[in-house]
């Protein structure tokens, strides 16, 4: 099993930037990859970007290309999101994801979830 905690969301003006930050806890050896998604009131969870055990980016949302970065620190087994430039759109709970099979990322099914943090861009 794997645990996945976020922090980092908040209350931001428009332009404004943010950290998330997801740490890993359990059998983190058994993880392929990780993933950030996102899911604002209403609609349905989006992915943002996918990152593979290797330490390669695979994907990001073209809607966040340039403005997000998907990196990690190894030592603490911790993700990061840093958004940068933020928007009003980019409003929405965010949750980080990790997965055994790469697949699963893409298919929106990864094996584990973290709950969840808000992050709120005011105009």
């Known amino acids: 099993q794997v645990q996945l905690v976020e922090s980092g969301g908040g209350l931001v003006q428009a332009g404004g930037s943010l950290k998330l930050s997801c740490a890993a806890s359990?059998?983190?050896?058994?993880?392929?990859?990780m993933g950030w998604y996102r899911q604002a009131p209403g609609q349905e969870r989006e992915a943002i970007s996918y990152?593979?055990?290797?330490?390669?980016?695979?994907y990001y949302k073209d809607s966040v290309q340039g403005r997000f970065t998907f990196s990690r620190d190894n030592a603490k087994n911790t993700v990061f999101l840093q958004m940068n430039s933020l928007k009003p759109e980019d409003t929405a709970v965010y949750f980080c994801a990790a997965t055994q099979v790469y697949g699963n990322l893409i298919r929106g099914t990864p094996d584990y979830w973290g709950q969840g943090t808000q992050v709120t861009v005011s105009s």
């Open positions: 990152m593979l055990r290797s330490g390669t980016v695979t």
């Open positions: 359990g059998v983190t050896l058994s993880i392929d990859s």
